[in-house]
């Protein structure tokens, strides 16, 4: 059996990932997925998450992923995200400023509205942060 798998991250404007992994782990619409190499074949919705993987050199790399589908088969994994982005790509002030814009809608709502939009732009701008958070480069003590 392999000891790696190709993955591959594709956005409707790019292809983010194209690597080699020896894990990967993927946000499933009803739990997060463990995949290794010679994984059974499935399909699966994605939900609002982090994608993980670690590269063919133990390399974590994280990206944060929101909505899409993935296809796992034996040798490869293939997403197709409607966002997704590395960690170091994520702005955070800007993603900070999309959750207080989402908590601020939130707070707002009337009764009886529905809230759905804004509780998914709250997720999706907390999970960018979180991502963001995980690729700092640790504390530097003097």
């Given at each position: 059996m392999a000891s790696t798998i190709k993955i591959?991250?594709?956005?409707?404007?790019?292809?983010?990932?194209?690597?080699?992994?020896?894990a990967v782990?993927?946000?499933?619409?009803?739990?997060?997925?463990?995949?290794?190499?010679?994984?059974?074949?499935?399909?699966?919705?994605m939900k609002v998450g982090q994608l993980a993987y670690l590269n063919a050199q133990g390399t974590e790399k994280r990206l944060a992923v929101a909505w899409g589908f993935a296809e796992v088969l034996p040798d490869k994994v293939t997403v197709l995200a409607e966002v997704a982005e590395r960690a170091?790509?994520?702005?955070?002030e800007r993603a900070a400023s999309a959750k207080a814009r989402a908590e601020e809608a939130l707070k707002s709502a009337g009764a009886g509205q529905d809230v759905s939009e804004q509780l998914q732009e709250l997720a999706r701008a907390a999970n960018r942060l979180e991502v963001a958070r995980d690729n700092r480069p640790p504390d530097v003590i003097p």
């Open positions: 591959e991250v594709v956005t409707p404007e790019r292809r983010v990932v194209d690597d080699q992994a020896t782990t993927i946000p499933g619409a009803t739990g997060y997925l463990g995949i290794l190499p010679g994984h059974a074949p499935l399909i699966t919705e170091e790509d994520i702005d955070r």
